[in-house]
């Protein structure tokens, strides 16, 4: 069990996918559990997360742990459009901000192939709930 996010708090989502097969047009969807808010890494200030490293990656290089071809930022999910390689794994990093004090469930990321859904993964959120709490 994770510990309670204090509102207000910024968190780092990190989402590891490692393919099967060539996927040369993956579609990743994160839905975002409520009372969380997405931050857009590329808007805020890159030097307050130059020092910060996540599983082993420097977050101010993160853009080398994935060939994202496109990436969203919505109110309810991150999006990511992805070339993976077979057996290869790939990385994405984004940012969410606690906005609404309350437990909820964390929705599991979804990996598609936009031109063959056939081709679809859905992973494990870790943790699978989160607490987020008044400072």
């Known amino acids: 069990t994770a510990r309670p996010i204090k509102e207000g708090e910024a ?3 990190r989402v590891s996918i490692t393919a099967d097969r060539d996927m040369p047009d993956a579609l990743l969807t994160d839905l975002l559990p409520a009372g969380l808010e997405i931050e857009n ?4 200030d890159g030097k307050q997360w130059a020092d910060v490293v996540v599983d ?3 977050i101010a290089s993160r853009s080398d742990e994935a060939e994202v071809r496109h990436e969203e930022f919505r109110d309810d999910r991150y999006i990511a459009a992805l070339k993976l390689g077979a057996g290869s794994r790939a990385r994405v990093f984004y940012l969410v901000r606690a906005v609404t004090p309350g437990s909820y469930t964390a929705p599991p990321p979804l990996v598609e192939d936009m031109y063959r859904p056939a081709l679809r993964g859905v992973g494990k959120s870790v943790p699978a709930t989160i607490t987020v709490v008044q400072p």
Do not use: C, T, Y
Request: glycine content about 20%; overall charge neutral.
């Open 11 to 13: 968190l780092i989502v």
């Open 41 to 44: 890494f590329n808007l805020g």
């Open 56 to 58: 082993g990656i420097n």
